[in-house]
């Protein structure tokens, strides 16, 4: 014989807020899993901030550094031209450097010297003295940058094989000591020798030609073909 209490028969309506149960308490029972603890992901619906989020290894984007590490070395060579670079180089002939070879390239050497030293005789404050020093640095100036300093070709024509090469570099393909090399390696040697003479061996004077001759003759040397000096 069981003993039921008179609130069995009434409806959770009809029962006092006092004896009515409590919201929560019937979400907690129909929805375990809705209310969690503080430990969880999700409490009642809503992140819990308070959890720390590491990412996995899969997230972690290594960064790749693209460009070319700085060399340390001031003075360096270039690496040798690979089998498709020299492919390229062989496609067309180049007309940046063949030049030397046709006629009348070695007499416009000749011909520049002259016309400098004319100009520079109009330019009446000048002594002989500087008028030959200053004709023999003019030359080895434009020389150098002809040469020396300038890279690559001014015509599209190789698919940039020569784009590391300077006209030096470039003529007779890299061969050293060739006739054509030897004669513009003879020309500032010899505007030194005359420079020297005619400025009556003037010390200071000499220095001056002898170091710019030097900056023009040295590379052209078996020993700085393909030799870069960086000072920056």
Same mark, same amino acid.
């Given at each position: 014989?069981?003993?039921?209490?008179?609130?069995?028969?009434?409806?959770?309506?009809?029962?006092?807020?006092?004896?009515?149960?409590?919201?929560?308490? &019937?979400?907690?029972?129909?929805?375990?899993? %809705?209310? %969690?603890?503080?430990?969880?992901?999700?409490?009642?619906?809503? &992140?819990?901030?308070?959890? *720390?989020?590491?990412?996995?290894?899969? $997230?972690?984007? $290594?960064?790749?550094?693209?460009?070319? %590490?700085?060399?340390?070395?001031?003075?360096?060579?270039?690496? *040798?031209?690979?089998?498709?670079?020299?492919?390229?180089?062989?496609?067309?002939?180049?007309?940046?450097?063949? =030049?030397?070879?046709?006629? !009348?390239? =070695?007499?416009?050497?000749?011909?520049?010297?002259?016309?400098?030293?004319?100009?520079?005789?109009?330019?009446?404050?000048?002594?002989?003295? =500087?008028? =030959?020093?200053?004709?023999?640095?003019?030359?080895? &100036?434009?020389?150098?940058?002809?040469?020396?300093?300038?890279? !690559?070709?001014?015509?599209?024509?190789?698919?940039?094989?020569?784009?590391?090469?300077?006209?030096?570099?470039?003529?007779?393909?890299?061969?050293?000591?060739?006739?054509?090399?030897?004669?513009?390696?003879?020309?500032?040697?010899?505007?030194?020798?005359?420079?020297?003479?005619?400025?009556?061996?003037?010390?200071?004077?000499?220095?001056?030609? !002898?170091?710019?001759?030097?900056?023009?003759?040295?590379?052209?040397?078996?020993?700085?073909? %393909?030799?870069?000096?960086?000072?920056?």
């Amino acid at each position: 014989m069981s003993v039921s209490s008179e609130n069995d028969h009434l409806s959770p309506l009809d029962l006092s807020p006092r004896q009515r149960p409590h919201s929560n308490s &019937i979400n907690s029972i129909g929805s375990p899993g %809705r209310n %969690r603890s503080n430990s969880g992901t999700f409490s009642s619906g809503h &992140i819990n901030n308070s959890i *720390p989020l590491t990412p996995t290894g899969s $997230h972690h984007q $290594h960064t790749v550094n693209t460009r070319p %590490r700085r060399s340390s070395s001031i003075i360096q060579h270039l690496e *040798p031209d690979t089998l498709d670079t020299k492919i390229d180089q062989a496609l067309n002939p180049n007309v940046n450097a063949n =030049w030397v070879h046709q006629k !009348g390239a =070695w007499i416009i050497h000749i011909v520049l010297i002259v016309f400098l030293k004319l100009f520079f005789n109009f330019i009446t404050v000048l002594d002989n003295d =500087w008028r =030959w020093t200053l004709t023999n640095l003019t030359y080895n &100036i434009g020389s150098y940058i002809m040469f020396h300093q300038v890279k !690559g070709t001014p015509f599209e024509f190789n698919s940039g094989a020569y784009d590391n090469l300077t006209m030096w570099e470039q003529i007779d393909n890299g061969d050293q000591y060739t006739p054509t090399k030897k004669f513009l390696m003879s020309v500032p040697i010899g505007l030194f020798l005359i420079s020297t003479h005619y400025s009556n061996y003037n010390l200071n004077l000499f220095v001056l030609n !002898g170091v710019s001759c030097l900056c023009v003759v040295v590379p052209k040397l078996a020993i700085a073909h %393909r030799l870069r000096v960086t000072l920056y």
